[in-house]
């Protein structure tokens, strides 16, 4: 059984295009046989995870196309490592540029936490934008772009669903960013362990010490409680104002000028850090749940897994000794349940080899409670509920499946008049409602049976 909660890539909305595209020249008689096949070995399985299987299974391999050294996770491989080393070149070329191992606060602050703060804002804004279906056009220096060309077999693909690309986009800037932010923290520890660096302040503006104070107090408010080692003290403000005309530091203690660093690596950590963290986790659940719709959506996608998960169904005569005689369907799934609602098989020539046959619909509510608490003890692995497929969904019906517990996959076998086929507005009605049952998988499959013929 394939592991369930899989995740597609872009590759896999392509092929699964493709090969819907080319079981179109089959009969469905050929496509029923070999989708029930494979439903077999998926019996529990998510939505997902069976039609991933089944375009595994049913992919022509006979001419595999040659393998692409430069792909989407080589090409995020290479870019994260980029950006992994563009973090920790960015950070140790400021410390160790700075004249006389002197570094400006104000300067580190400003590159490395207020910059990648407002980078971040500006993230979260596009991906609130494109949350809300007006995603903002991709900038052309954006770096995950290079990615997304090799998201596909096929470039231009998929122009149509180009909301995923830029989600893609999303996902991998976000990754990078938070790879640069994990480089800066990483070039500064180290740095940090092997160099004396005094941290001054100092601006041609003349901001007083108080007003540093203030700004400092109000950045180390997440962790002052907490880390109160990590805060600054008046002394040390006080004590590391720099101008450019001061050439001796020797009245400046060692410990104030050293004492500024845990107070940035704590900055680097929430305000550069973490806002990268939860903007990479939103986008990459967003991404996912957005390809896992568009992967289920595709036209076709739903036929499938409604093959998959029908019963077999197999005709034979009904008296062995005349091939000419009047044909019977078999539908058969071991294990299974049946409940007949509203006498729906009363005109269908069709026997059902399950575990147990009930009926509901038609007697007393004491006779529904009864099939449903029979169900309820059986706890089966799947239960078929045939319906007129020719008549609306009523609401007795939703009343008496929601009041079923232990079961997670549900069929809805639409049987029709004899002679007549459903139209496709009778599906669609059923396909609704089915989608308002409480089970965790639900299909809706029409009985193509002679009986119904």
């Known amino acids: 059984m394939p592991a369930s909660g899989t995740t597609p890539v872009l590759a896999d909305i392509y092929l699964l295009d493709k090969q819907l595209q080319a079981d179109r020249s089959r009969s469905l008689e050929q496509l029923q046989e070999r989708d029930h096949a494979i439903g077999r070995e998926c019996v529990g399985a998510s939505n997902t995870a069976s039609l991933l299987h089944w375009r595994d299974a049913v992919a022509d391999n006979s001419a595999p196309q040659p393998a692409r050294w430069l792909n989407e996770a080589n090409a995020a491989l290479l870019l994260r ?86 989600l893609l986009i999303l996902k991998y800037a976000q990754e990078f960013a938070l790879l640069f932010a994990l480089g800066v923290m990483a070039a500064f520890l180290l740095l940090l362990t092997f160099n004396d660096f005094s941290f001054v302040w100092g601006s041609t503006f003349g901001f007083s010490d108080g007003l540093i104070a ?32 001061q050439l001796d530091l020797g009245q400046v203690a060692a410990a104030s000028r050293r004492g500024w660093w845990p107070f940035l690596l704590l900055c680097l950590t929430v305000y550069t850090l973490l806002p990268r963290l939860l903007l990479w986790l939103l986008a990459k659940r967003s991404y996912r749940r957005s390809i896992e719709k568009a992967f289920l959506t595709m036209p076709g996608a739903s036929s499938v897994l409604a093959r998959m998960r029908a019963p077999m169904v197999k005709t034979r005569a009904t008296d062995p000794d005349h091939e000419d005689s009047q044909a019977s369907s078999i539908i058969s799934e071991e294990g299974a349940v ?33 099939s449903i608490e029979a169900i309820n003890q059986l706890r089966p692995p799947h239960l078929l509920v045939a319906v007129k497929g020719w008549e609306p969904p009523m609401a007795d019906l939703a009343d008496v499946l929601a009041d079923i517990s232990g079961v997670e996959h549900c069929t809805l076998q639409l049987v029709a008049l004899p002679g007549r086929e459903l139209g496709g507005s009778a599906y669609r009605d059923w396909q609704a409602f089915a989608d308002q049952l409480p089970f965790r998988v639900t299909d809706v499959v029409a009985l193509g049976v002679p009986g119904n013929e």
């Open 214 to 245: 203030r700004v400092t107090s109000f950045l180390a408010a997440p962790w002052a409680s907490l880390l109160p080692a990590a805060t600054l003290t008046p002394e040390i403000i006080g004590e590391t104002r720099y101008h450019a005309a």
């Open 81 to 166: 490592l980029f950006a992994l080393l563009a973090g920790i070149l960015a950070m140790g070329g400021f410390l160790l540029a700075s004249d006389r191992a002197l570094v400006n606060v104000f300067l580190l602050l400003a590159f490395f936490v207020f910059l990648p703060l407002l980078l971040s804002l500006v993230s979260g804004w596009v991906m609130l934008r494109t949350a809300r279906g007006s995603p903002p056009p991709v900038s052309a220096l954006n770096p995950a772009r290079f990615v997304a060309r090799w998201a596909l077999p096929e470039p231009g693909y998929l122009k149509s669903a180009s909301g995923l690309l830029r």
């Open 338 to 370: 049946l409940l007949e609602w509203a006498g729906a098989l009363a005109t269908a020539s069709i026997q059902w080899d399950v575990a147990r046959q009930l009926q509901a619909g038609l007697g007393s509510p004491g006779d529904d409670l009864d």
